[in-house]
């Protein structure tokens, strides 16, 4: 749909510009979008499709980390998949297709998967097996809170094109953690790198007030079963069935999400 835009006053006490098409719709000037800018307002096929490029990115980003994970590191593999993202998404600020959009959200996808999948492993290798219920609550729960974060960042940014520079602000303040935690011993005891995993464990005894003296002790992987390689695909299987207990929370989680972020949505 393509018409000429015209200024009209807005009507009550403000003289604020709006855009009026056709007279079928008006656009609050005072903001801009990517449906207005781009004309995609009754492009809804267009639209939906953007949110469809993402996850199709995101399986992507899966699927490489299936491989990734193991050979180069979990911890790699997320600082890589970070810096991914906050690369693409910095790259919003100088957007001014669709294409170029449909572009970003596909990369966005391959860098925030296969980062939080990395990570999500990464972390919980280190948490004991009593407490990974916990943990998955947590970052389920953590996960959901980004969305009203994002909400009130777009409240107070007018122009979507900033909204990218200050998601990339956000995002650089997570990434910290990343550069300063080390790997999980369990994986470098799976890739042969014993003493180093040694050396992790006593820099965490250390920070504990603990004094931890393994010269003398051979360090093995132990989660109930006699293999002692800590893949990605093996230690997912373990934790399975730790999933399927939190899938109810997972619900209540998608529930409210749905309840105050549903509904229809005007860019």
């Not at 005891?189 to 004094?211: H, I, M, N, R, T």
Request: net charge positive; charged share 15%.
């Amino acid at each position: 749909m393509s018409a000429d835009l015209t200024i009209v006053p807005l009507p009550g006490p403000t003289t604020a510009p709006i855009l009026e098409k056709d007279t079928d719709y008006v656009f609050d000037t005072s903001r801009t979008t990517l449906v207005i800018d781009y004309d995609l307002y009754c492009e809804k096929s267009k639209l939906a499709l953007l949110s469809s490029y993402y996850f199709l990115g995101g399986t992507i980003g899966l699927f490489i980390g299936l491989y990734i994970f193991d050979v180069i590191g979990r911890r790699t593999s997320c600082i890589a998949g970070s810096l991914l993202n906050l690369i693409v998404t910095f790259f919003g600020l100088f957007c001014d297709s669709y294409p170029f959009m449909v572009a970003i959200r596909i990369l966005q996808g391959v860098g925030q998967f296969s980062s939080y999948a990395s990570c999500y492993i990464w972390v919980l290798e280190f948490v004991p097996a009593k407490y990974r219920n916990y943990y998955n609550s947590w970052s389920m729960l953590i996960w959901a809170m980004g969305y009203p974060g994002l909400v009130l960042i777009s409240y107070f940014i007018t122009n979507w094109h900033y909204i990218h520079v200050a998601a990339c602000g956000v995002f650089i303040l997570n990434y910290v953690p990343l550069f300063l935690l080390p790997n999980s011993p369990r994986y470098l005891l799976s890739v042969g790198k014993a003493d180093e995993a040694k050396s992790v464990l006593q820099k965490y005894a250390k920070v504990a007030g603990k004094k931890l003296d393994l010269t003398d002790v051979t360090l093995t992987v132990n989660d109930g079963d006699e293999s002692e390689k800590a893949t990605y695909l093996s230690f997912t299987e373990k934790v399975r069935s730790q999933s399927h207990k939190i899938s109810k929370n997972s619900f209540i989680f998608l529930t409210i999400r749905s309840r105050v972020f549903g509904g229809k949505r005007h860019s």
